[in-house]
């Protein structure tokens, strides 16, 4: 906690105390953390001069944040117009048969957090599944299945 | 301020400068619709029931009475078709949503609305990319007089909106609310379906951490 | 680097980045996030070091270019001032291409673009199809710059725009000529931005602020994005041009959060300008102040229309405002602001150096220049093209796009995203003009265009495009929110064989007010996709309600695969590739699926060998009852095993 708390302050300094900074400091903390803990959110909003209701209907509103701890590996299933007209919901209920879980939710092991983009802008490539910030296009169900295994 | 004469109905209505056309109509008695009005917090626009038409020239368009300030000469029609179709399939999707509620129902009576028949029952949708909308009925209408009162008059942001779209609803924060809202109760006489006082009575019992 | 303080230096340090390239060759690498995600990175590395190795470091200049359009064939590169064009890189083609192309002119035939009708190997890169019928004015630049290279892009002739509308222009000229241009607003509204520019100049207040709307939110377009990661620099110089001559000195890019490599190359390119005296206190000398911000977005596509965007620059939710005020008067903060898109700022140069006459030159009467767009999709040729205004759907899909793949008839494209229409096989001769594509309940939007076929069924798009809706509705007016919730129910129970006579009619009932009363247009446009299939594709609607059948296939609740038994051949193929094991039979039994634990895949149907062509997907008949368990199969006679 004494870390996390050194690297908001540093992101913080970075801003200053400016309550339009609210979004780009919620941004980097999530970016650090991969998620926003309660105590982070009320500290900020006292940091900035934000009323609590207003942080919450922020992070509630903006789909980068996540008030929930995410798993290692994240996994994003592209569902833009290119992608959905060459099969993305097919390529999405293979996954959700594969990993067990639905977009928005982390598996109980906390290995994988699944989730849904509306274009990544590769659609030359579509369908798209990003694992870890590596893309792939036309993954087969088998492909998907060994890129699973390897994510610890 | 300079007097400007606007015509409601065709009826000559003399306004204030600044003046929105909902106040100018209701100096005058003429009843638009409103939800999420307020004349103590800013306008908000949310509820689109107050929507009029304006002629200008040849043309004209639909505009929210609450926020459109008035000018002089400016043609309003309160009650026109396009004006009253909107109102009545506003209506009937509000209803669709908190289906329990008596709120507005005179403007359901005046507009012959009989049945909702926009939706048989609001409820789940099974599809897996949109797992999230699984909704279930509410006594919210979202007019948001609730979160808006307690930020701009008492500024003490107990109650407050979270989540998008058909996921947005009104949650009192415990920790601010068991301080302030005892003492208070202000917001459960603004809210058009008298949901607050048991609203406020479950937030506080989830709050044990 | 001394900073540039007059255009006289900036010509001088023109001149000098020439001399110092005059003889030298380029290898332009496509590197984009398209591009990185087939390898290019890796080709780019291999380029550098092998240029090392073969010790032509003096002579051959590797960039590491943007996105050049192409996307299907990268990545790409392009030996210049050759033109010589390579498709497909890898990084193991890199040595050949160095030793023969780079260091003896030799063309590599197997690297070349092959026409896929003609069978032709081409060596330009002008004269491949996909490019010879575009006119890539504002793009086409990405190909001879570095994307991390300010010299790059003042080698072309940057920043020179801005140095004549900052010492030999004076703002009201600047102004004029881009009223005369007539350039309309690239992001999807199509409102002309002269006039905008001058309403903010003339509107009272001392702070002004502009705006680049980097949020490209419709899903399938991503135009701007190529821009910002290749050519950062022309959307800069087009914000300046602008900030000049509006009177402002601040400015804000807001980049959506999904794009991180357009932010990287933004924040350098910006470091770079600073370096040079060409952002900041006293550009070039000239005594004008401006500098600019980067916002990043958080996921919300309605913080793209504009006052969305300005509450999210302020630090809050990006719900719109009911306002009859426009940004240009009261905007940002308060402020006089004008917003406008990136494709429109960059384009912006081009118009002073060029001249308004010039950019009336190309397009429609009311509908000038050219226009980005990404043509994606049931398309050969997927990437991003740049079309003079005027030119027909029909020439963008077909001569540049290559038509449809696997031979399928070409059925509807839908322009404008999620606020946008179809249009049909009927009107393909519709030119590309603002106005002609909203007369047929369609828009220009910011430039998706989404190629669909026969086996795209246009209620399924519908559909997809309420569900986007659903999820990015901000939730505030009651309209947008239950309206399109609602319409998103009814297109759910079409497409799930639950639709019933009179949905049709509910649904352009409940689309009209939501397009009426909503506070913003992401509600007043959201009918757009449901009104227009509705309108060319009626009978798709009807046919999934009264007949529960979806013509195109689609539809999982309408749809049935079905193994003829005559034709079967009990090759087991199926039987194996059936990912949920609902397919029994054996070796010289003929296959049967199992309709009740069947999840429509259509793996079946994929992997049916063509030669027996055994399985068939139904809609809106009954299927047949299946034959019994261990029936034999009936061989054809003279069939080769």
């Known amino acids: ?152 | ?209 | 680097m001394p900073r540039l303080n007059s255009a006289t230096d900036l010509e001088r340090f023109r001149r000098e980045i020439l001399a110092k390239r005059d003889g030298t060759r380029t290898v332009s690498v496509t590197n984009g996030t398209d591009g990185r995600t087939r390898g290019s990175q890796n080709v780019v590395r291999a380029f550098v070091e092998e240029i090392e190795r073969q010790g032509l470091r003096e002579k051959v200049e590797v960039k590491s270019a943007g996105c050049h359009g192409f996307c299907e064939k990268e990545p790409i590169a392009i030996i210049l001032p050759d033109e010589i064009c390579y498709v497909g890189v890898k990084p193991e083609d890199v040595p050949e291409i160095v030793s023969q192309t780079l260091a003896n002119s030799k063309i590599i035939e197997r690297l070349l673009y092959e026409d896929p009708t003609t069978g032709q190997r081409i060596t330009k890169e002008t004269d491949i199809p996909f490019y010879k019928y575009q006119n890539r004015t504002v793009l086409g630049n990405n190909r001879f710059i570095d994307m991390e290279s300010i010299d790059d892009y003042i080698a072309i002739g940057g920043y020179s725009a801005l140095a004549k509308a900052l010492f030999e222009m004076t703002p009201e000229q600047v102004l004029q000529e881009v009223k005369k241009a007539n350039l309309r607003g690239r992001g999807g509204g199509g409102f002309p931005a002269g006039i905008k520019w001058e309403t903010t100049r003339n509107a009272p207040g001392e702070i002004k602020y502009v705006i680049v709307n980097a949020d490209e939110g419709d899903p399938g377009a991503y135009m701007d994005r190529s821009l910002l990661e290749g050519n950062p620099r022309s959307v800069l110089e087009g914000l300046l041009i602008g900030a000049h001559t509006i009177g402002s000195h601040q400015g804000v890019i807001y980049v959506r959060q999904e794009y991180p490599l357009a932010v990287e190359n933004l924040s350098i390119a910006l470091e770079q300008a600073r370096e040079y005296g060409l952002l900041g206190t006293n550009i070039l000398g000239s005594g004008f102040d401006f500098d600019v911000e980067v916002h990043r977005g958080a996921g919300a596509f309605v913080s793209g229309e504009e006052s969305g965007l300005m509450r999210a620059i302020e630090g809050r939710v990006g719900e719109p405002r009911p306002r009859y005020v426009y940004p240009a008067v009261r905007g940002l903060w308060g402020m006089p602001t004008n917003i406008n898109n990136v494709e429109t700022w960059a384009t912006v140069p081009l118009i002073i150096n060029k001249g308004a006459e010039w950019f009336t030159s190309i397009g429609t009467e009311r509908s000038k220049g050219t226009k980005l767009f990404s043509l994606v999709g049931k398309v050969n040729n997927t990437g991003l093209v740049e079309v003079p205004m005027g030119m027909t759907l029909r020439d963008v899909i077909f001569d540049i796009g290559g038509g449809i793949p696997g031979g399928k008839k070409f059925k509807a494209v839908q322009t404008g995203g999620p606020s946008g229409g179809v249009i049909p096989e009927s009107l393909l001769d519709t030119p590309v003009d603002f106005d002609e594509l909203t007369k047929l309940g369609s828009i220009m939007g910011s430039g998706g265009m989404i190629v669909m076929d026969e086996d795209t069924c246009v209620v399924d798009v519908a559909r997809y495009f309420f569900n986007f809706l659903a999820g990015e509705s901000c939730g505030k007016c009651l309209p947008c929110r239950e309206g399109i919730y609602q319409m998103l129910k009814i297109l759910n129970r079409i497409c799930s064989g639950e639709g019933e006579v009179g949905d049709v009619e509910l649904l352009e009932e409940i689309a009209e007010v939501v397009r009426d009363f909503s506070l913003c247009a992401l509600g007043g446009t959201a009918p757009n996709p449901v009104l227009s299939t509705i309108r060319y594709f009626r009978d798709e609607y009807e046919a999934h309600i009264r007949e529960k059948r979806c013509p195109a296939g689609v539809c999982k609740a309408l749809i049935s695969y079905y193994i003829e038994p005559e034709k079967c051949q009990a090759c087991l193929i199926c039987l194996r590739e059936c990912p949920v094991g609902t397919i029994t039979g054996g070796k010289n039994l003929i296959h049967i699926i199992d309709q009740d634990k069947c999840t429509k895949c259509g793996t079946c149907l994929e992997v049916c060998p063509p030669r027996f062509g055994a399985i068939t997907r139904l809609s809106g008949v009954k299927v047949p009852e299946p034959v019994l368990q261990g029936t034999e199969v009936i061989r054809k006679r003279g069939r080769k095993k």
């Open chain 1, 1 to 152: 906690m004494a870390r996390g708390l050194a690297k908001i302050n540093e992101i913080d300094g970075k801003y200053g105390s400016n309550k339009s900074a609210l979004i780009q400091i919620l941004l980097e903390i999530q970016r650090e953390n991969n998620w926003l803990p309660k105590d982070t959110l009320m500290w900020v909003s006292q940091k900035l001069g934000v009323p609590l209701t207003e942080t919450y209907h922020v992070v509630t509103f903006y789909k980068a944040f996540s008030l929930m701890p995410k798993g290692r590996h994240s996994i994003t299933v592209c569902l833009g117009t290119a992608c959905h007209v060459r099969g993305a919901p097919r390529l999405l209920d293979r996954v959700i048969e594969t990993l067990k879980i639905k977009p928005g939710e982390s598996s109980t092991d906390m290995r994988f957090s699944l989730d849904t983009v509306n274009c990544l802008g590769c659609c030359a490539l579509g369908p798209v599944m990003v694992v870890d910030s590596v893309y792939y296009g036309k993954p087969s169900t088998k492909q998907i299945e060994q890129i699973f295994a390897t994510c610890e």
């Open chain 2, 1 to 209: 301020m300079s007097e400007v004469t606007l015509i409601i109905n065709d009826e000559e209505v003399k306004a204030e400068e600044g003046m929105t056309i909902l106040e100018a109509a209701r100096s005058v008695g003429i009843d638009i619709p409103t939800l999420c009005y307020h004349e103590k917090l800013a306008p908000y626009g949310a509820c689109r029931l107050c929507m009029v038409e304006i002629v200008r020239g040849r043309g004209s368009s639909l505009v929210t009475s609450c926020v459109y300030t008035v000018e002089d000469g400016l043609v309003v029609k309160t009650e026109s078709e396009p004006v009253i179709k909107g109102r009545k399939m506003l209506l009937e999707l509000m209803w669709a949503r908190a289906p329990g509620i008596t709120a507005l129902r005179h403007y359901g009576i005046r507009y012959g609305i009989t049945e909702v028949k926009a939706i048989r029952e609001y409820g789940v949708i099974v599809d897996r990319a949109t797992a999230k909308f699984e909704i279930e009925p509410t006594f919210c209408t979202l007019c948001g007089l609730c979160v808006r009162y307690c930020a701009e008059v008492e500024k003490k942001n107990a109650i407050g909106f979270v989540g998008r779209g058909t996921e947005r609803e009104v949650v009192f924060f415990p920790q601010i609310a068991r301080k302030w809202c005892p003492g208070c109760q202000e917001c459960y006489s603004l809210c058009p379906t008298g949901a607050l006082p048991s609203h406020y009575a479950l937030a506080e019992a989830h709050h044990s951490t």
